[in-house]
């Protein structure tokens, strides 16, 4: 391995069917466009949806995943192979400190955006404790593993979908019974991708389960006239270049105590991906650990102060890098400056905001209820036993309080449900951790 901040990147022969590329690897220069591509592909489904459900401008969205995939790439030297995407855990507190209706742009963003920059510090500030500690030998990021076991970020994890579920359920439920069919037809287009495909379009089930619901509405809204027809003259009126509708930060002390909690979960999120990636390239990455935090926190500020949302290491990414066994860290690269170039196209802009709402509430249905059944899986993938008492109340308060959005108000302070759940279960594993006794 080299000694430089950067990798010199070795040329491997890609012809070589089924060949394993690793991360200081290079393709030839157009499969690495290719694989570039592909990885947009990935992310764009997820990266788009987000900043729609919080009403942000998802040209900003785009535009600073790239931006901040490139500020990570620089913070871990070139060496961990990730994509950075629109993080869905900031979305519960995001529509709480600004009361966003759920259509159309957002107009208490700013409010928004200077909780997420504070997250995004307190986040940085973790990854310099981390990296500071795997500087002295440490042992880097086990603290936060033993701070933050499975059953912590299984619940807070399942916290997320479960807090978010009156908001997709509203969204879906629409004005109509034309709009709440439509929601339900949104579920079952992405149902069908997920268990009657295979391979590349299995994996995007996200981005073509929504486009084939946006057809089918179009089908029965603009051909058959059964409901609010799908509007393209703003699509056709947008200029193919264009800046998007960056917007400024507002700090707020409320908002702030809600939104900042969601840097633990990030936290646990990027150490899960890493750890992910080096289970896949056979190397250990945990050295990078605390400057890959450090990038995504950095990356979320930059993001938050210009209109973006915050950002995360996108497991869809971690998908296609999966199948394709190709991990070099050049693919990101251009990944990045392709999502910089989408975030400067008005039309793209356009062409997205024309996505009926019912789809968009249909798709939140299967999107949150996903990430509560994620948090759920870290307890079966890590076997956690519930037949331990402290495991078994920690997950129960989490949850309750969390879906409960239980409130807590200190003055200006206020932690919201996701806040007080995630604080809950790291004080209660803490508190409970000596002499837990079994049920049975």
């Not at 909780?115 to 995004?120: K, L, P, R």
């Not at 945990?286 to 500020?301: E, Q």
Request: net charge positive; hydrophobic share 55%.
């Amino acid at each position: 391995m080299s000694n430089s901040y950067f990798p010199r990147w070795k040329r491997v022969d890609d012809s070589v069917p089924g060949i394993v590329v690793g991360p200081e690897d290079r393709l030839s220069g157009p499969k690495n466009v290719a694989m570039g591509v592909q990885h947009v592909v990935a992310m764009f489904g997820s990266t788009v949806l987000a900043p729609l459900l919080m009403g942000f401008d998802p040209n900003v969205a785009i535009l600073m995943s790239g931006v901040g995939t490139l500020i990570f790439f620089l913070f871990v030297g070139g060496r961990v192979p990730s994509y950075l995407g629109s993080s869905f855990a900031f979305i519960g507190g995001v529509v709480a400190v600004t009361g966003y209706a759920g259509s159309g742009p957002n107009p208490n963003i700013g409010v928004a955006l200077g909780a997420i920059i504070a997250c995004g510090l307190v986040y940085a500030l973790i990854g310099l404790i981390v990296a500071g500690a795997s500087s002295r030998g440490g042992g880097g990021a086990a603290w936060i593993e033993a701070l933050m076991p499975p059953v912590v970020t299984g619940a807070v994890v399942a916290v997320i979908g479960l807090n978010l579920a009156p908001i997709a359920v509203k969204g879906a439920m629409g004005g109509s019974g034309f709009e709440t069919a439509m929601a339900i037809v949104t579920v079952l287009c992405v149902g069908a991708i997920a268990v009657y495909t295979r391979g590349t379009i299995q994996r995007l089930l996200i981005l073509i389960g929504l486009l084939l619901a946006c057809v089918i509405y179009g089908i029965c809204a603009n051909g058959l006239g059964m409901g609010k027809p799908i509007d393209f003259s703003g699509v056709a009126a947008a200029d193919w270049l264009g800046l998007p509708h960056f917007a400024a930060p507002v700090f707020r002390a409320d908002a702030m105590g809600l939104i900042v909690p969601v840097a633990i979960i990030l936290v646990a999120e990027n150490l899960g991906h890493i750890k992910a990636v080096s289970a896949m390239t056979g190397q250990n990455l945990d050295r990078y650990m605390g400057r890959a935090f450090i990038g995504d926190g950095v990356a979320t500020m930059v993001s938050g102060a210009v209109g973006g949302t915050g950002v995360t290491t996108y497991a869809e990414n971690i998908g296609v890098m999966a199948v394709t066994r190709i991990y070099s860290t050049l693919v990101f690269l251009v990944a990045a400056f392709i999502a910089i170039l989408l975030g400067f196209s008005p039309k793209f802009g356009a062409l997205i905001q024309t996505i009926p709402s019912p789809v968009l509430g249909g798709m939140s249905v299967v999107v949150f209820g996903l990430i509560a059944v994620a948090g759920a899986r870290i307890w079966v993938v890590n076997q956690v036993d519930f037949s331990d008492n402290r495991n078994l109340i920690v997950a129960a308060v989490t949850l309750v309080l969390g879906a409960g959005d239980f409130t807590v108000k200190l003055g200006d302070f206020t932690l919201g449900g996701i806040g007080t759940a995630t604080f809950g279960a790291i004080i209660l594993y803490a508190l409970l951790r000596r002499n837990a006794r079994r049920i049975i």
